[in-house]
């Protein structure tokens, strides 16, 4: 069964909820909501990492994010940091995450794979070519779905001789990292052969911009109309075999999971 893992933002500027949720309380509220709804993780990020998003320093991103973690996982939650700092992972896993989410897959900050090697945590490796700052310039493959499978492969390796065990790892094919409309659409059609890698995998396709280029044919890409296809590719990916489905709006994805998985049943 795929998971859903709900994004609770606590920056003022990602790209659909940024600002939302600063307030710690808030924060909290929100993540509470969210396992309301059904989601099974919290991924709880201090730093924006929308395309063309300037970085911010470990110690503002923890400022942030700390004080969510700790609160959510006081409730029993399943909590996720999403960061590329070996620091700000650090202190995540201390204030009680179990997964960390790192969109560089390693690259970013290589010490963040020690940090988890020497603890019980699990990782998410997402495939990545660049800061946000650019990583459209780099967006060029001659087969994006080849290309990301031997990149992932590569980042699986340095974890693994990092210390990490492959049961903590988790591959995240990284939609909208470094990757154009048209080749976000074609490594959709290919997730088989990311889940053909034995490794769990997490897929975040929520409210991306190749949605929004989409439906943008038909009319405003709104919020609502981006969680309804944010949950349409969550299907798609849960067909693939998924481990996890990233997402901003549960209940869409959650419903339109149990449809699916009520219609595949003889």
Do not use: C
Request: aromatic letters at 4%; charged letters at 25%.
């Amino acid at each position: 069964m795929t998971l859903l893992m709900g994004i609770v933002n606590t920056t003022p500027d990602s790209f659909s909820d940024g600002g939302r949720h600063l307030a710690v309380d808030d924060a909290v509220a929100h993540g509470r909501a969210l396992t309301a709804a059904g989601a099974d993780i919290l991924d709880i990020g201090g730093e924006s990492t929308r395309p063309g998003a300037e970085r911010v320093s470990p110690e503002v991103e923890q400022s942030r994010a700390l004080p969510v973690i700790e609160a959510l996982a006081a409730t029993g939650a399943m909590i996720s940091v999403d960061t590329m700092n070996a620091s700000t992972a650090a202190a995540a896993i201390a204030a009680g995450a179990l997964i960390v989410n790192d969109v560089s897959g390693g690259l970013a900050d290589p010490e963040i794979l020690e940090v988890v090697a020497d603890t019980e945590a699990h990782i998410a490796l997402g495939h990545w070519r660049g800061p946000s700052t650019q990583m459209y310039a780099r967006a060029h493959y001659d087969d994006v779905v080849d290309e990301v499978v031997a990149e992932l492969s590569e980042r699986r390796h340095e974890a693994m001789a990092a210390g990490i065990p492959p049961g903590r790892i988790i591959l995240d094919p990284g939609f909208g990292f470094g990757k154009r409309g048209a080749q976000n659409w074609t490594l959709l059609r290919g997730l088989e052969r990311i889940v053909a890698l034995e490794s769990r995998v997490l897929v975040g396709t929520s409210r991306k911009g190749f949605l929004a280029e989409l439906l943008t044919e038909t009319g405003e890409p709104t919020q609502e109309r981006r969680d309804l296809a944010t949950a349409v590719t969550s299907v798609r990916a849960a067909e693939a075999g998924v481990w996890a489905v990233r997402v901003h709006d549960i209940a869409a994805t959650r419903d339109a999971l149990a449809v699916w998985t009520r219609g595949r049943r003889p």
